[in-house]
């Protein structure tokens, strides 16, 4: 059975830093590209990062890109998610989610995602 | 970016009604669309990949088609546990863009 947790969250000021973590089970982690997907309150979904099954290869959304950093320790299954310079839009809940093999970022599998906030 | 546009953004239906959600690419994204299932609370749900294929062990009330820009999710006889908020994601190019929520209320 797959069981993604997530953890890390919590309260920050703007320009403070968190630092998430996802921890998997029940898959091979190692072969499996994953993503961090977020959701401000009340609102949709917006994916954030991704990293392959490697951790060669990383892509970011343009609204993270230069202050969060995805990576991933394959011999400890988890995920990882640095976030820098935080601003009060970066408040939400934040998903791990896995890349199914269907396909390029088709998720398949969802942590229960934790909640960062970004308040003064 | 690809924007990602879903219509209604709300909707109501009886159980046993058909429901009909769509989801407009702002660019032909081919058939690489995906639709997911939102409980309040709970992590989204993976239902339809590729347009048309469902996830294992979604039942077969719901339904996925359409192409190049156009797409539909469909449930054929709305039940009770099927409340709750639907996104379609394009998996097309980075970004990958979902659209903003239609909330179905039985």
């Known amino acids: 059975q797959v069981h993604q947790v997530e953890s890390g969250g919590g309260l920050v000021k703007p320009g403070g830093s968190l630092s998430l973590s996802c921890a998997v089970s029940?898959?091979?982690?190692?072969?499996?590209?994953m993503a961090w997907v977020r959701q401000a309150p009340g609102k949709g979904l917006e994916w954030v990062a991704w990293i392959s099954a490697s951790g060669a290869s990383i892509h970011y959304a343009e609204s993270v890109k230069g202050r969060f950093t995805v990576s991933r320790d394959n011999a400890k299954s988890s995920l990882h998610l640095q976030m820098n310079s935080l601003r009060a839009g970066d408040t939400a809940i934040y998903y791990c989610a896995r890349e199914s093999g269907y396909g390029w970022a088709i998720f398949d599998y969802w942590g229960q995602g934790t909640v960062v906030t970004v308040s003064s | 970016d690809i924007q990602m546009t879903q219509s209604p953004s709300s909707l109501s239906a009886s159980v046993g009604d058909t429901v009909t959600i769509t989801c407009r690419a702002s660019?032909?994204?081919?058939?690489?669309l995906n639709w997911y299932q939102q409980k309040l609370g709970k992590a989204p749900k993976l239902l339809i990949y590729t347009t048309s294929r469902l996830q294992s062990g979604v039942p077969s009330r719901f339904s996925g088609s359409g192409s190049g820009t156009d797409f539909t999710l469909t449930i054929n006889s709305v039940q009770p546990e099927d409340f709750g908020t639907y996104y379609c994601q394009q998996s097309s190019s980075i970004p990958y863009t979902f659209g903003q929520g239609a909330k179905l209320d039985i």
């Open positions: 660019r032909n994204i081919n058939n690489y």
């Open positions: 029940g898959f091979t982690f190692s072969d499996s590209n």
